[in-house]
Structure formats: structure tokens, C-alpha cells
């Protein structure tokens, strides 16, 4: 169990020194500043973000923020590279974050009073968009939404399309 502590410590504190994250020069300031090592900045920076969800005002724009503004930087990144593969991941993201805002939709009012709620979304948000093997918008979208899309792709398509010439033909009524 220690091993695994000190493993992931210092996985974590390498991605925390990578120059080629965004992140990396506001800890590098702030360590300089403060002395304090960026590791326990990190550390103090979750811990203080996961008292204001549970505490805090305005927690639901925290949660939100964290699940929309790195997600949002890095698809774009994603956008401007010459690589696929993190194209996909981050569609995979935004697919997944989608899905759950709508079902988050019908159950807001209820989910809403848990005191809890807003830090377990964060930290579900988080596993989201983790860059691990367990990154849970890829296992989310392989084991759920992917094999649910197989099945009813066709059906979709077709309501799609009908959809389409329906409105073709309103438009071309009216001109």
C-alpha cells in the first residue's frame, strides 16, 4: 500500500513539473513565491476546492467549472494537433459530459439537496477526463453509451432522415 502511495506521489508530482502542461508555469510562480512546494500547492488547492463544494457558495459553478474549462482548453489543443488519437479521447469526453447533463437534468432537484453532491460530481468529472487507462469517459462510452449507439444507430438514422425531408419539404412549401 505505501509503495503504491509513494508510486502515485510521484507519478503526480512528475505531471506537476511537465513543462508542456498548462498548469505547470502557474505552480512554478507560485512555488517561487511561496517556497512551498508545487506537490503541496496542488494537494492544498484540491483540498481547499473540495471544502467549497461542500461548504461553499456557489458550488455548482465550481463543480462546473472544473468539469468544463481544462475539457474545453485541451479539445481545442486537440483540435490543432496533427494527432487523432486525443481528437477522440476528448469527443469521447464531451459525449459522455453530454449524456450526463441531461440525465443530471431530470434529476437536479432532487440530487441537488445532497450535501455531498457537488464534490461527488466533481470527483466524477475528474475521472472523466483522467489521463489513465481508467479514464471513465472511455470506459463509460465503451461498456454503455458505444454497444447502446450499435444497437439503435438505424433507428436514429432513420427518424433522422425523415426528420430532414419533412422540413425540406415545409421549406420548399413556403417559398
Given at each position: 500500500?505505501?509503495?503504491?502511495?509513494?508510486?502515485?506521489?510521484?507519478?503526480?508530482?512528475?505531471?506537476?513539473?511537465?513543462?508542456?502542461?498548462?498548469?505547470?508555469?502557474?505552480l512554478?510562480?507560485?512555488?517561487?513565491?511561496?517556497?512551498?512546494?508545487?506537490?503541496?500547492?496542488?494537494?492544498?488547492?484540491?483540498?481547499?476546492?473540495?471544502?467549497?463544494?461542500?461548504?461553499?457558495?456557489?458550488?455548482?459553478l465550481?463543480?462546473?467549472?472544473?468539469?468544463?474549462?481544462?475539457?474545453?482548453?485541451?479539445?481545442?489543443?486537440?483540435?490543432?494537433?496533427?494527432?487523432?488519437?486525443?481528437?477522440?479521447?476528448?469527443l469521447?469526453?464531451?459525449?459522455?459530459?453530454?449524456?450526463?447533463?441531461?440525465?443530471e437534468?431530470?434529476?437536479?432537484?432532487?440530487?441537488?439537496?445532497?450535501?455531498?453532491?457537488?464534490?461527488?460530481?466533481?470527483?466524477?468529472?475528474?475521472?472523466?477526463?483522467?489521463?489513465?487507462?481508467?479514464n471513465?469517459?472511455?470506459?463509460?462510452?465503451?461498456?454503455?453509451?458505444?454497444?447502446?449507439?450499435?444497437?439503435?444507430?438505424?433507428?436514429?438514422?432513420?427518424?433522422?432522415?425523415?426528420?430532414?425531408?419533412?422540413?425540406?419539404?415545409?421549406?420548399?412549401k413556403?417559398?
Amino acid at each position: 500500500m505505501a509503495g503504491r502511495v509513494a508510486e502515485i506521489k510521484e507519478e503526480l508530482n512528475k505531471s506537476l513539473h511537465d513543462k508542456s502542461k498548462p498548469w505547470s508555469s502557474l505552480l512554478a510562480t507560485v512555488e517561487a513565491k511561496t517556497g512551498v512546494d508545487r506537490l503541496y500547492i496542488f494537494i492544498g488547492s484540491i483540498a481547499i476546492i473540495g471544502l467549497w463544494l461542500v461548504f461553499g457558495y456557489a458550488a455548482q459553478l465550481v463543480c462546473n467549472t472544473v468539469g468544463f474549462v481544462y475539457p474545453a482548453y485541451v479539445s481545442i489543443r486537440a483540435i490543432e494537433s496533427k494527432q487523432k488519437d486525443d481528437d477522440t479521447k476528448w469527443l469521447t469526453y464531451w459525449v459522455v459530459f453530454a449524456i450526463f447533463s441531461i440525465l443530471e437534468f431530470f434529476s437536479d432537484l432532487i440530487v441537488g439537496w445532497f450535501p455531498l453532491y457537488w464534490l461527488m460530481k466533481c470527483v466524477f468529472f475528474v475521472w472523466l477526463m483522467i489521463p489513465t487507462e481508467l479514464n471513465g469517459s472511455l470506459i463509460l462510452y465503451k461498456k454503455i453509451v458505444r454497444p447502446y449507439f450499435l444497437k439503435h444507430h438505424n433507428s436514429v438514422d432513420e427518424v433522422l432522415a425523415k426528420a430532414k425531408d419533412s422540413a425540406n419539404k415545409l421549406l420548399e412549401k413556403t417559398e
